[in-house]
Structure formats: structure tokens, C-alpha cells
């Protein structure tokens, strides 16, 4: 189903009856707020396709918003594989880049203007009797014996607090509103604490840091949002985001929580994500196995593939588990318009053509993608010694085998047929050639003569040797998250190099991430450590497509 004949989600439905009500004066205003503590995964590209998809449907704007609050886990290095990600994700926030760091003075003033309602107060408490304190969902919890501080010495307190005066988790300033409440989050939640920390933008100006909590609804009011797109463990958080911003009498921006993506066989936590990097399970944040975008990118997938998968899911409030199946038919589908097809040889097997004379070379017509004509045709040369797979060939066929075995016919791609005469093993029985014969009646078609096997293949004379990068799950389990241990089901086969293929010479200048279809072997991609000389190739995915096999199962069980 396309986006157009879709019905919209719930989210839109919202948005659309309040600006068709005249709320908001018709403005849509979303944001897309990353905490820069790790890179963008898939789950981030739900969101985003949502809160930018969302504000172009109702010629609204959508903001790029760091939540930079917390100094000790964020980094520039964050900040800028993000921007780069949303932009290579085909999305752009035009002038409205923020940071809630830049509201830090705001907030300030604002929590002093709450101490002096007599709605925050200095606690002495230390973060364990804070928690202490806090109760459970059965218990009610207990008022803190600095609650009753006045107005005046909360004042002087939260001050001396960001004058430097007290050492890193010796007092926080704390919202007063019900410790009885059944909502935990409205226990007096801590707005700030201390941090004798560098802050990537802000340096050593604060030694006080707010908390995500007290940041966020405010942040959203500054920048005028009108909807407040988040994930569902939100929802929870939302009185205490009316409490804060009706204390104030600011700008209140609506908050719709949908549920957050879920995607098989891999982990979505940046936690989670940061420890694999750390420990060197992957190669680093753009490893191709990893689910972020930097990944995806590296292994191959497009833009437009994934804006398709993330319409697909839609959005709902319901938790469930995506099959990653669905993700790989979507760039599937888009690379098998878009990529042109080559021929390489992953696992080489030497043939000679014995009638073949030894110095000639031709130069057959390839097509480039047979979906688009328009990408055309290029040259392949054909010699007399070529590489094909191996497992293209048999010595002992099992029945309907139609490829090569002794005395057996299969056609070239774009080539001739040839018949295999004969072969040579080494000293421990391995075959390490195999002879032919060619019929020159037969190029590219040209004969009435029919066999019922083609293989690809390229010459062994032109062809360029390459490296070629095959993955699997990263996981061995579709929900490795609800193992305690979760690393114990790392894949230990998720990747697997081939360092002895050859491609076609027509890739000696493919650029870096460029796509190609490895006819009959599946979508690959150019390594960014690929070279002049060594080329390197990513699989992105195979050909054999699994998603409507599951597709039709999930529709079965009702799923
Ligand atoms: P983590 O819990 O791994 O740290 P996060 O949700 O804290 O992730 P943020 O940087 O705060 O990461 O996320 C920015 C935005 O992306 C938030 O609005 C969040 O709701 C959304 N988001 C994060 N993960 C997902 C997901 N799996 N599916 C959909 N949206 C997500
Ligand atoms: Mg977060």
C-alpha cells in the first residue's frame, strides 16, 4: 500500500481535527528532539519521518532540537552525525537548529520564579535518601525534612548552588508538589542538580545542570511548538510537563505519545548500541551490522528505502516487534529500480574455454537494468579463461541441476553457451579447473538453441580482484533485549569476508557507497574503505526475498 492510499494515523487525525477546529491559528509546529549521546538508529527514523513528515503535511516547520543537558555523556562528535543523518535522511530543519542548552539562563530564572511561588525548594538529601524517600506504586512517599525551607533560603541556597559553592551531588533543587502522588514522577521530582562538569557548548558557565525533565516541556514552549511528538514511556511524564508549564503560564504545547519502533534481531538502546562500540563487537557506530543510520548507510540502504519501511509500520500506540524482513524488502525494493547489475564472482572457479583462441578478446553488450531501460547498456569483455562460482558447478549433479557438470551445457549471461569437457584436480582431488568448450553460433542469444541454466561469470584476464563483506543478524535471537544477557546472543557469524572475488572491470571506478545488483548473489555496495586497487564491496541484502513469506503468516495468526 503507498502512503496516498493510506488512511492517517492517529497523530494525524489529532493535529488535523484541532487546525480544522481553528486551534493553534492553523500553524503546525513539531520538533525532533536527539539527545547527542549517541548516533541515530532506525527507531530515531520513525520519529523523524514523523515530526518532519507531519509539519510538511500541514505547511507547518519542524525543529532540530538537542536536549543537551546532561554534559557528562554528550560530545560534538554526536551533534554532527546527527545533523549529518536527518539531512542524509532527506530531511532539513532550515534555520531552526536549537539547543537546550541555549535555554539554560531561561530555565534558570524560571525555576527561581517557581522557588519563589513557594513550588521549589533545596533539598539536602542525598540521591539515595532521595530515593528512599520517594516511595513505591504501593507506597506513598515521604516529605523530605528540607521541604519546608523559606522562600528566602531556597533562594540563597539554589544561588550558592550555581556559584560554585557546593561540591557534585551534595544538593539539588526540587519541585514541590505531592509526595503522596500515584503518579511517581510527581513526587517532587529533582529539576536540577550539581555537576562540576564541561559542557560541550556551554563549557565551565554551569556547574548546574536541569534535568531532562525540567528542560524539555520548557524548551518546547520557547521554540512555540505546537505538538510535542513523543515515544510512549512519555506518557507518564506528561502531568508533570502541564504542571511545570501551567506554573509558569507559558506557551503549552500539545504532547501526543505513539509507540516506539521495535525492530528484530538487533538492540535499539544507545546504551546498548555504545557498549557493543566500546567493546569491539562492531567496528564502530557505521558498522554495517549496526541499526543505526550511519550503519544502514554504509551497508547500502537508501534514503527512500527506509522513508518507505518507516510509512509501512505507520505509526499506533501498540508496542510490537518489526520484523527486519520488512526492512530489507523496502531497499530491496527500491535498489532493484535503482542499482544497475553487474556480474561478480564471490567464490571463483577457474574455466578454461579450450576453442577459444588465446589472445582474443570481445567485447559483449551488458545490460544495465532491465526495470529501466533508460540506465542502458555497458561493455563486458569475454576471454577465453573466466571465473564463475563455484557452486555453479557439480561433478555429480543431483537431478534438476542446470548448471555445470561434466558433459552438462549452461548458457553464459550475455556470453554463449559452453559445455564442459573435462576438468583438472590438484594433487588432493580439489578441482582447481575446469574445461570447456564454447559454441561460437551462440552469442547473446543469438540461436534458436535453448539451455535451461545461465550463470554469471566475468574474465579472468580483465576482472578485478575484491573483497566482498557478507552480514547476517547481528543477533541470534529476534528479541535479544529480553535476555538479561543480552550480549550472549550476539551472532558470532555476522559477518563473513570473502577476500578472493572478482567483479567486472566496469567497477574499477565506482565511487564510495554507490549500489549495484551482484547478478543472481544480491545487492551490494562500495565499501568506504574500498581503494584503487582494493575494492571492497558490502552485501546489503540477498535477492531471496522472505518478507511476504512472513507477511502472509503474520496475517494468518492475526499479528
Ligand atoms: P535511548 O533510550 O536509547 O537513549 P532515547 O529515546 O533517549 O533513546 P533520544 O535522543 O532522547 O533517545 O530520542 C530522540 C527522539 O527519538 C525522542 O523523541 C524519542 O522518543 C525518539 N525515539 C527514540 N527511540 C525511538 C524508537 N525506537 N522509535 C521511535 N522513536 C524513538
Ligand atoms: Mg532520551
Request: hydrophobic share 35%; aromatic share 10%.
Amino acid at each position: 500500500m503507498s502512503s496516498t492510499e493510506k488512511s492517517p494515523d492517529f497523530v494525524r487525525e489529532i493535529i488535523a481535527a484541532e487546525i480544522a477546529s481553528g486551534q493553534w491559528d492553523g500553524r503546525v509546529v513539531t520538533r525532533f528532539p536527539p539527545e547527542p549521546n549517541g548516533y541515530l538508529h532506525i527507531g530515531h527514523a520513525k520519529a523523524i519521518c514523523l515530526d518532519f513528515g507531519v509539519a510538511a503535511e500541514f505547511g507547518g516547520r519542524c525543529h532540530l532540537r538537542f536536549d543537551d543537558t546532561n554534559p557528562t555523556k554528550e560530545q560534538v562528535e554526536y551533534v554532527e552525525s546527527i545533523k549529518e543523518d536527518i539531512r542524509w535522511l532527506g530531511f532539513d530543519w532550515g534555520e531552526h537548529l536549537y539547543y537546550a542548552s541555549d535555554y539554560f539562563e531561561q530555565l534558570y530564572q524560571w525555576a527561581v520564579e517557581l522557588i519563589q511561588k513557594g513550588l521549589a525548594y533545596v533539598d539536602d538529601l542525598s540521591a539515595d535518601e532521595i530515593r528512599e524517600y520517594r516511595g513505591t506504586l504501593t507506597e506513598p512517599g515521604r516529605e523530605s525534612p528540607y521541604r519546608n525551607r523559606s522562600v528566602e533560603e531556597n533562594l540563597d541556597l539554589f544561588a550558592r548552588m550555581r556559584a560554585g559553592e557546593f561540591p557534585d551531588g551534595s544538593r539539588v533543587l526540587r519541585a514541590k508538589i505531592d509526595m503522596a502522588s500515584p503518579n511517581l514522577n510527581l513526587r517532587d521530582p529533582v529539576m536540577y542538580r550539581i555537576r562540576h562538569a564541561t559542557h560541550h557548548r556551554t563549557g565551565d558557565a554551569w556547574c548546574i545542570y536541569p534535568m531532562y525533565d525540567w528542560a524539555h516541556g520548557q524548551s518546547d514552549s520557547i521554540e512555540g511548538i505546537t505538538h510535542s511528538l513523543c515515544t510512549m514511556e512519555y506518557e507518564d511524564h506528561r502531568p508533570l510537563y502541564d504542571w511545570f508549564l501551567d506554573a509558569l503560564g507559558i506557551h503549552h504545547p500539545r504532547q501526543i505519545e505513539f509507540a516506539r519502533l521495535n525492530l528484530s534481531h538487533t538492540v535499539m538502546s544507545k546504551r546498548k548500541l555504545l557498549q557493543l562500540v566500546n567493546e569491539g563487537i562492531v567496528t564502530g557506530w557505521d558498522d554495517p551490522r549496526m541499526p543505526t543510520l550511519s550503519g544502514l548507510r554504509r551497508r547500502g540502504y537508501t534514503p527512500a528505502s527506509i522513508r518507505e519501511f518507516c510509512d509501512r509500520i505507520g505509526v499506533g500506540k501498540t508496542q510490537n516487534l518489526i520484523a527486519v524482513e520488512l526492512l530489507e524488502h523496502c531497499v530491496r525494493e527500491d535498489l532493484n529500480k535503482r542499482a544497475p547489475r553487474v556480474m561478480a564472482v564471490l567464490h571463483p572457479l577457474h574455466v578454461i574455454i579450450e576453442n577459444y583462441p588465446e589472445d582474443q578478446v570481445e567485447e559483449l553488450d551488458a545490460v544495465n537494468n532491465p526495470e529501466d531501460a533508460s540506465m542502458g547498456t555497458r561493455k563486458v569483455p569475454f576471454t577465453r579463461e573466466l571465473w564463475i562460482e563455484q557452486d555453479d558447478w557439480r561433478e555429480h549433479p543431483p537431478t534438476k541441476y542446470f548448471r555445470l557438470s561434466p558433459g552438462a551445457e549452461v548458457r553464459l549471461r550475455y556470453g554463449y553457451i559452453i559445455k564442459c569437457v573435462g576438468v583438472v584436480k590438484n594433487e588432493r582431488g580439489e578441482i582447481v579447473q575446469v574445461r570447456c568448450t564454447y559454441d561460437p553460433a551462440t552469442r547473446g542469444g543469438a540461436t534458436d538453441r535453448k539451455v535451461k541454466g545461465t550463470i554469471h561469470w566475468v574474465s579472468a584476464r580483465y576482472a578485478l580482484p575484491a573483497e566482498v563483506r557478507l552480514y547476517d543478524h547481528l543477533f541470534l535471537t529476534p528479541k535479544p533485549d529480553e535476555d538479561e544477557n543480552w550480549q550472549a546472543q550476539v551472532n558470532p557469524n555476522s559477518l563473513e569476508r570473502l577476500t578472493n572475488c572478482y567483479v567486472e572491470p566496469a567497477l574499477a571506478n565506482a565511487a564510495p557507497l554507490a549500489h549495484f545488483q551482484f547478478e543472481r548473489t544480491g545487492y551490494f555496495n562500495v565499501d568506504p574503505d574500498s581503494a584503487a586497487g582494493r575494492l571492497v564491496f558490502n552485501r546489503t541484502v540477498s535477492l531471496r526475498d522472505t518478507w511476504s513469506k512472513i507477511e502472509k503468516k503474520e496475517a494468518r495468526s492475526g499479528g
